[in-house]
Structures are given as C-alpha cells and as structure tokens.
C-alpha cells in the first residue's frame, strides 16, 4: 500500500509563519493526506485547519493562564491517584468542577486533615478555571498575608488589594493556620467582604470554619467575615490517609539521561508575578 505524504514548500511556510500561523504547517501535511483519504471538500478542509489552530491557541492560552496563576502542572483532575486511601463527596466535587460556584459568585472551602489532598483539588479546580478563560490566582495564605503586609510599607497595599479582589478566581492555600495579626485581620476581613457576592475563592483549610474566628484579632471582624464566607460556600471535606506518599517521586525505569537538563524557559510574565 502506498503512504501519501506531503511536503509543504518553503514559500509556503514563510507565509504561514508572516501570518503568525506557523504551528498549522506542524499538522497541514498529515491533514492534506486525511482530506485526500475522505474526499474533503477544499471548504472542510479549510475549517478543519482552523479547527486545529483555534484548539491550539486555547490550550496554550489556558497553559500560560496555569503559570501566570501559580498553579502546580502535576495537579490536574485527570492526574488524581483514584486509589489514594481517601473519601469525599464526588458529587460535590463534580459541582465544582463544573465551575458553577463561579457563575453565581459562590465560595468552596475544601478541609482535611494534613497531606489528604486538599492543595491538588483546590489547584485542580484552578486547572479547570484557565481551560475556560477565567483568570486564577493561587496563594498560600501566610505568602498573600507577608505581601500585604510589606505592602504597607511601600504604599502598594491598594494595587495589591485590588489584583486579589479583582482576579476571576482566587484560590487561599493553608488558611488560618496560625493567629493573625490586628492589621492582618483586617486584610482578610475586607478581601472577604469585597469577593463576597462578586467573584469566587477556593479556601483550603486544616480548621473547619468554626474555628477560624479564634484565627483573627479582633472577634466582631472575624464573626462577620466568616459568617459572609460560610454561608456561602460549598463544602469539600476530604477525609483519609495521606496523599503526599504517592506524589513522592520515582526512578524512572528507562536510562538515566546523558546530560543534566537545562533550565526551563520562563514566560516573562510569569517571572514578574513572581517578583512582585
């Protein structure tokens, strides 16, 4: 049987390439013998072309989203360890998944003991959020309560506030692990106060939401903050063994590599967020 291939001029990449269309010649040859094979008309072609570029931009505009957001690649839905000795309500994290909560404005407080997981579902969940356009900012809680802090002192605290109140998802890794501070209070009751109602946040946390008023300075600021967010919130509680063991890494079973692996290339946006 002969193999149809097909070798696309140099002409033609140049201009594919001028267009900013350089990836389709990646594909165009094996699509050129499909169209061939199935008798496409030149207008199906056209649009299977295209097709392929459109799912192309999207997911590099969803992976660039990921590493702007902070998000960890190895903690994706399609990459939870279904073994892990661990039980949580699947229908509630279906719902999450579907992105709904976000829709309407809502919260989701994913709790647990240590290492049980809740850092992946909350990154997961954020995964989910850049496949479909939304911007996402993952934070560990003492991480966004350092950079407030500081804040103050360089007269940046409003830019700072604003870029966590106004990102479509804001994920708090880890919170209320320890007291906060009078001012710190302070911080975390206005970012519940102005994302309440206006856009989502994904909560992980090792303290149900009862005790997390005995976290704050000040009781009465901690009683309103809290009770805006419970209420209206989803709760993942995730109980089990924990998950860390498997995210443990592994010798791979093929030869070890010739040469040490070079730096991987940063996105220049992304290497400012982490400056800022």
């Not at 001028?18 to 389709?24: A, K, M, N, P, S």
């Not at 969940?125 to 560990?140: L, S, T």
């Amino acid at each position: 049987m002969t193999t149809l291939t097909y070798h696309l001029s140099s002409e033609l990449v140049s201009a594919l390439k001028q267009l900013r269309l350089g990836r389709i010649a990646e594909s165009l040859p094996e699509r050129l013998v499909l169209a061939q094979k199935q008798d496409m008309t030149f207008q199906d072609l056209l649009l299977l072309i295209l097709t392929d570029e459109i799912t192309r931009r999207q997911s590099s505009a969803a992976q660039l989203r990921a590493v702007e957001a902070g998000l960890d690649p190895t903690m994706r839905l399609e990459l939870w360890d279904k073994t892990a000795k661990v039980s949580f309500d699947k229908r509630m994290l279906t719902e999450l998944a579907s992105l709904r909560f976000m829709q309407t404005h809502r919260h989701a407080v994913v709790l647990g003991s240590v290492g049980v997981g809740k850092t992946f579902i909350a990154s997961a969940i954020g995964h989910i959020a850049c496949c479909h356009g939304y911007h996402v900012c993952f934070i560990r809680a003492d991480e966004m309560l350092r950079k407030l802090r500081q804040s103050r002192f360089d007269n940046s605290r409003e830019a700072e506030m604003i870029a966590l109140t106004t990102v479509d998802l804001l994920i708090v890794d880890d919170f209320a692990l320890e007291p906060m501070s009078k001012d710190e209070s302070r911080d975390v009751y206005q970012l519940f106060l102005e994302r309440t109602g206006q856009a989502s946040m994904v909560i992980t946390s090792n303290r149900d939401t009862a005790e997390w008023i005995g976290m704050f300075d000040d009781v009465l600021l901690a009683q309103s903050a809290v009770d805006r967010f419970k209420n209206t919130a989803y709760d993942l509680v995730i109980e089990g063994e924990s998950y860390r063991p498997r995210q443990k890494p592994k010798l791979d079973d093929s030869d070890p590599p010739p040469a040490p692996a070079s730096k991987p290339r940063v996105h220049p946006r992304s290497r400012a967020r982490r400056r800022q």
